[in-house]
C-alpha cells in the first residue's frame, strides 16, 4: 500500500532565493546535520528541456550518524550503517506546479523494497516568502513491517519539513 500525503510550510525567503538553494550542497549540509546525519553529493547534471529551460539532475547520499534500526535487525539485514539515497530533479529557473521537482529516495540497504518519492515546488506569497509544497508518497513492500516502517517515515519526513523553516533561516544568518 502507498501512504500519500501533502506538506505545506511557509518559508520566510523569496521563492526565488529558496528554490537557489537547492544548488547549495553547504545548505544540503546544514539541514542533514540537524538531522544527526552526513549529506554527500554523489552526481549533479545540468542540462536543458526541449523548450531549452534549464535543469538539474542529481544523486546524494544521506547516513545518519547513528542507525535508527535496532541492533538485531542491522545484522539481520547485513548493514553496519544506514543510508539513504536521493536523485532529484528540477528546472533552475522554474519553480511553480507545472514545473515542480521530483525527488525519490531509497534505503541503500532495502532500495527495492521501500522508497520515498514526490513532487515539490514553491508558490510566491509576498516579496519576502513563500509557501512550499511537498506532495509525498511512501511505499514500503516487507510483509509484515510494512504499514509500521511507512508511518515511521512519513513521521520522519513530516518532522524534515517541519523543522525546514527554522533551518533556512538559520543558514540564511550565517551564510
Known sequence: MVRSFTIIEIIEMPAEHFWALRLDTNFDRHCAAAENCTFSLLSRLHGVDDDGARTVSCESELTADESPLPVALQTLLGASKFAFVSKQQWWRD????????????????MSQRAVVRGRTWLEPLTPKSCKAVYRVEIEVRIVALS???????????????????????EYASTA
Open 147 to 169: 504499514s509500521l516502517l511507512e508511518q515511521g517515515l512519513e513521521k520522519r519526513v513530516r518532522d524534515s519539513y517541519t523543522r525546514l523553516t527554522a533551518l533556512t533561516k
Open 94 to 109: 522554474h519553480f511553480d506546479e507545472a514545473h515542480a521537482a521530483s525527488f525519490s529516495s531509497s534505503p541503500r540497504m
